[in-house]
Nanobody, 116 residues
Framework: EVQLVESGGGLVQPGGSLRLSCATSGFAFSSATMSWVRQAPGMGLEWACSIGSDGSTYYLDSTKGRFTISRDNRKDTVYLQMNSLKPDDTAVYHC??????????WGQGTQVTVSS
């Protein structure tokens, strides 16, 4: 059974930082492209960034320079370091299997709220 379990969300002030983690199991993690996708209140899922099996990374323009996706294949875990957070980053963040155009399975997510 595929499992994706996100953690690390919370309430942070504008300009602050958070580090999200996603522990996975049940599939060949080291061979998979992994993404972080997010869903703001009242909106659909939005792809934020991806990391390939080779470590190549891709970012939504609005997250470039502020977000960093990484992975640890020994732990089957993907991370998202988020800096300089803005209120517009408020969303439920999910890790997902697949890239920008083909993510197809995601976890229950962790809430990130950016507010003063």
């Amino acid at each position: 059974e595929v499992q994706l379990v996100e953690s690390g969300g919370g309430l942070v002030q504008p300009g602050g930082s958070l580090r999200l983690s996603c522990a996975t199991s049940g599939f060949a993690f080291s061979s998979a492209t992994m993404s972080w996708v997010r869903q703001a209140p009242g909106m659909g899922l939005e792809w934020a960034c991806s990391i390939g099996s080779d470590g190549s990374t891709y970012y939504l323009d609005s997250t470039k320079g502020r977000f960093t996706i990484s992975r640890d294949n020994r732990k089957d875990t993907v991370y998202l370091q988020m800096n300089s957070l803005k209120p517009d980053d408020t969303a439920v963040y999910h890790c997902a299997i697949g890239g920008r155009d083909d993510f197809h399975l995601w976890g229950q997510g962790t809430q990130v709220t950016v507010s003063s």
